[in-house]
Every structure is written in C-alpha cells, then in structure tokens.
Nanobody, 121 residues
Framework: QVQLVESGGGLVQPGGSLRLSCAAA????????WGWYRQAPGKQRELVAR???????NYADSVKGRFTISKDNGKNTVYLQMNSLQPATTAVYYC???????????????WGQGTRVTVSS
C-alpha cells in the first residue's frame, strides 16, 4: 500500500511564496514519475508540474518561471516551490505518483489528499 502525505499549504499574500511537500510511504519498486495538480473552485483538476523517473520536468504555461518541482529520493518526497503567487493560483493542490509496487503489479497512480493554497490579501 502506498500513501502520499502532502503538507505546506496555507494562506499567503499575493507575491508571496510557499513550498509544498509530498511524502510517499510504503513499498514500491519503480517510480515512473511525480506530478502536482490543482483544482480551483468550480474548475477541473489540472496539471501544474511533473517530473519523470529520469528527472525531466515540464510545467503548465501559467506557472513556468515561478514554480519548481524537485524531489529528494532519499526521503521519497517531492516538492513544489511556488513563487510570485497570485490569487488565480488559489486551489487545492494534489500530489500524484505513478509507480509499481512489485514486479508482477501494473503501473498505478496514487493521489494525495490535497493541500489548500489560498492567495489573498
């Protein structure tokens, strides 16, 4: 069983920064990639940033240059550094990981519970 635990959300003023963390607990064999998604009120969940198992990254156009995804393999943790936050970035942010737990198991995606980010003055 794999569990993702997110933290780091909160209330921040426009122009401020936050760093989200997502720690993966459990036993896994191969990690294919990590992702951060967000869902704003009344909108669909959308991809914010992702990192493949080979550490290549890509970002949504709206966050390029302001957000950075990174990971610490030793801690099985992925981060999302968010700078120059604006009210439009207010959303619940979800962590996602695609992995296999055993040689015989198929690749599967796991989701965290979400952490709320509110950007407001």
């Amino acid at each position: 069983q794999v569990q993702l635990v997110e933290s780091g959300g909160g209330l921040v003023q426009p122009g401020g920064s936050l760093r989200l963390s997502c720690a993966a607990a459990g036993s896994f064999l191969i990690v294919y990639g990590w992702g951060w998604y967000r869902q704003a009120p009344g909108k669909q969940r959308e991809l914010v940033a992702r990192m493949t198992g080979g550490d290549s990254t890509n970002y949504a156009d709206s966050v390029k240059g302001r957000f950075t995804i990174s990971k610490d393999n030793g801690k099985n943790t992925v981060y999302l550094q968010m700078n120059s936050l604006q009210p439009a970035t207010t959303a619940v942010y979800y962590c996602n990981v695609a992995l296999t737990t055993t040689i015989a198991s198929p690749r599967r995606a796991y989701w965290g519970q979400g952490t709320r980010v509110t950007v407001s003055s």
